[in-house]
């Protein structure tokens, strides 16, 4: 009755809230789930909030993508050096994930498409577009990137504006 177990997995260090972070991922994402919790036994490292029978790990997916959200206590911290990129196609997407996400999160980290939510988790919430805006004339790709760069959550339409010299 063995798992098949994924050759490589995404792992997140929280404090004490893996299991709601979690749950708040897969409330956003469509084609989610949690598939697996597992609790502190008797046997354990010493964690300041954690005790036996609370939740150690929580396994879950987002579009596909394994992750494994753990419960070890205030050591570490995440830094904007990692972030999630979220590709979407329409402004609506964009809105719709930069409206989730960004609840409860750093304002101050809020820009050219990048968030870091209530967590500490940095995202970056981007049009599948925008590759094409940023690469081949020269001319456009500047004008594209001058007005991103003043961006927090990205316009495509402000970005298509800029290439065609609107």
Known sequence: M??????????????????????FYVSIFKNSNIEKVTRYGKERHELEGLSQGDVMTVEFQLEGQSFVALNGGPLYKFTEAISF????????????????????????AQVCGWLKDRYGVSWQIVPTILNDLITGDSSKSERVMKVLLQMKKINIEQLVRAYNEE
Do not use: P
């Not at 050759?7 to 893996?18: C, D, G, P, V």
């Not at 402004?91 to 609840?103: G, M, T």
């Open 2 to 23: 063995t798992k098949m177990i994924k050759k490589i997995s995404t792992n997140l260090w929280f404090n004490i809230e893996a299991e709601e972070v979690a749950n």
């Open 85 to 108: 990129i979220v590709n979407c196609d329409s402004q609506e997407e964009i809105d719709y994930f930069w409206d989730r996400l960004s609840e409860g999160g750093e304002k101050k």
